[in-house]
């Protein structure tokens, strides 16, 4: 894969950072558009941005990586660790031979630290919890071009609605916008490219912001192989900018709960579902249905108004959680709700959803065995997951496997497979 004609033009807005990629897969135009703030201008040699937003996408063309451009020498460097990861995630994947024109001349970080900001639980408790003086946010970033479904209305509603939360919270919200999806969009799982896309754009506004928080998804005890995560995105920091994955304290719960305690103003805007072309919740989706459990548990559902008020239960039951992250998120929640009255039958659904999950009905069952026979599916077993869909998947399928039949999902190859080591010892000295 090769990434040329790296520029950066002034435009009405800011600046613009733009760059060729041509790879087996085809050719695009790759551009980041900067809002400049307060007489901001871009650094604009470095071409860490287009760095970052391409290691993915080469490895799944199974290309090596040319940027006919100056390259930080910090993001560089650290993109061997991110590389380990996905090669180590994924077994087709392997690691490409990166060059560069060199590296650049360092910059002093700008002042402003940014946060990405889409509304959902993440984002709004990593825009409104308490920080070091020096790691203070001063800015929000509300992407354009990430949300797969959105029109132009419903875009230019979430810009407004990103704003009126900005007011509310007291940063300026800054809007970006870039066609960096398209490298990954059909490809791979959105959820594999997200960490590296996020650390992209962050790179992109060098020039603005000297550090940029990505909201975390993963608790701390929920970390498994995953493209957003705080092992990824700060390996991408150049010399001028910082990328902070933010805390790994809080699970899903604990966010929705901080949100209810301490910001009930800010959840009639909490926004997480993707499902939909809206600029509220579709209330029907895992993503949608877990948040709203989350919300009963803290007794706000009835505030957070961009969801329907009713948990509709029988579509809890129906759910059928995969990866252990996902069942983990159930779990949390089962716990959060009691057994009393309303809060008590959500959790009697939620648990019903886990059961059958891992032990489904004899119709499910029956079913799934016939696809397995049919040649649909690669194994019987009720948790078993396409790992093609993605790095969570495959690990999931890899414990499953190593647990319940005591070998590893990918059969082990006669030859010696040879580890990915891209580490190198120092020469030995004198
Ligand atoms: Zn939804």
Not at 85 to 100: E, G
Not at 362 to 373: D, M, T
């Amino acid at each position: 894969m090769i990434v040329d004609r790296v520029t950066v033009a002034e435009t009405d807005e800011g600046w613009l950072r733009s760059a060729r990629v041509t790879g087996r897969s085809g050719e695009l135009t790759l551009e980041f558009h900067v809002p400049a703030v307060d007489g901001s201008t871009p650094h604009t040699e470095d071409a860490a941005a287009f760095l970052a937003a391409t290691l993915l996408p080469a490895m799944l063309d199974g290309e090596d990586l040319r940027v006919d451009a100056p390259v930080s020498a910090r993001t560089l460097s650290g993109s061997d660790e991110v590389v380990t990861a996905f090669t180590r995630w994924d077994h087709r994947l392997r690691p490409p031979t990166i060059t560069t024109a060199g590296p650049v001349e360092p910059r002093p970080p700008a002042s402003a630290t940014g946060c990405c900001f889409s509304r959902g639980a993440d984002s709004m408790v990593s825009a409104v919890v308490e920080r070091a003086p020096a790691e203070t946010l001063t800015h929000l970033i509300h992407v354009v071009g990430l949300e797969p479904v959105h029109s132009p209305a419903t875009q230019a509603e979430e810009i407004r609605l990103a704003r009126h939360v900005g007011d509310l919270v007291g940063l300026p919200v800054v809007v970006p916008r870039t066609n960096v999806r398209r490298l990954t969009d059909g490809r791979c799982d959105w959820a594999d490219a997200h960490g590296a896309t996020l650390a992209s754009l962050a790179l992109a506004t060098d020039g603005l912001f000297g550090r940029v928080v990505v909201p975390s998804t993963q608790a701390v005890d929920e970390i498994v192989p995953f493209g957003s995560s705080p092992i990824l995105e700060p390996h991408l920091s150049s010399e001028s900018v910082t990328v902070v994955h933010d805390s790994v304290s809080l699970d899903r719960v604990g966010k929705v709960v901080l949100l209810a305690r301490d910001r009930p103003d800010l959840l009639p805007h909490l926004k997480v579902c993707w499902a939909e072309d809206r600029p509220d919740n579709c209330g029907r989706c895992g993503k949608c249905l877990l948040t709203m459990c989350a919300l009963q548990a803290a007794d706000a559902l009835h505030l957070a108004t961009g969801f329907p008020d009713r948990i509709p239960l029988e579509e809890i039951r129906r759910l059928r959680p995969a990866p252990i992250q996902s069942r983990q998120h159930w779990v949390a929640v089962a716990r959060a709700l009691g057994a009393d009255g309303d809060r008590g039958a959500t959790r009697g659904a939620v648990l019903e959803a886990l059961r059958r999950a891992a032990r489904p009905g004899p119709r499910e069952r029956a079913l799934q065995w016939w696809e397995f026979l049919r040649g649909r599916r690669a194994d019987p077993a009720p948790s078993w997951k396409d790992p093609a869909r993605g790095f969570e998947w495959r690990h999931h399928t890899e414990m499953l496997s190593l647990m319940q039949r005591g070998r590893p999902a990918r059969p082990i190859s006669p030859q010696a497979e040879e580890p990915t080591v891209l580490a190198r010892a120092r020469p030995r000295g004198d």
